[in-house]
């Protein structure tokens, strides 16, 4: 599975960002898809998650309130919707897609990364 992000960007504290992630490849694979996010020196941090079927959804506390996840399963593309962003969520943000129900799991993929940065 390759998937490709985008939408990460220079945004005011308070605004809106949505990243897409646009999987491509052995698509049937796949179980649930979603997004990670780390700072320098600090572990990689889930932020949301969705099943591929079924649409569980699961989302950080750290974000919950603030950030949605949906999918669309024709084009291969899941979306992190967030809003009322704020200096803390600036990292760079990593789609995942993996073939087990556990996200981030070794026989996941990875995406190559985007950039958030929130201004105060």
């Known amino acids: 599975v390759q998937l490709q992000a985008f939408g990460g960007g220079l945004v005011q504290t308070g605004g809106s960002l949505r990243l897409s992630c646009a999987a491509s490849?052995?698509?049937?694979?796949?179980?649930?898809m979603g997004w990670y996010r780390q700072t320098p020196g600090k572990q990689r941090e889930l932020v949301a998650y969705?099943?591929?079927?079924?649409?569980?959804?699961v989302i950080a506390d750290s974000v919950k309130g603030r950030f949605t996840i949906s999918r669309d399963n024709v084009n291969n593309t899941v979306y992190l919707h967030m809003n009322s962003l704020l200096p803390e969520d600036s990292a760079v943000y990593y789609c995942?897609?993996?073939?087990?129900?556990?996200?981030?799991?070794?026989?996941?993929?990875w995406g190559q990364g985007t950039l958030v940065t929130v201004s105060s």
């Open positions: 969705i099943t591929t079927h079924g649409g569980r959804i």
């Open positions: 490849g052995s698509i049937s694979t796949i179980k649930v």
């Open positions: 995942n897609a993996d073939p087990t129900y556990y996200i981030g799991s070794p026989r996941s993929s």
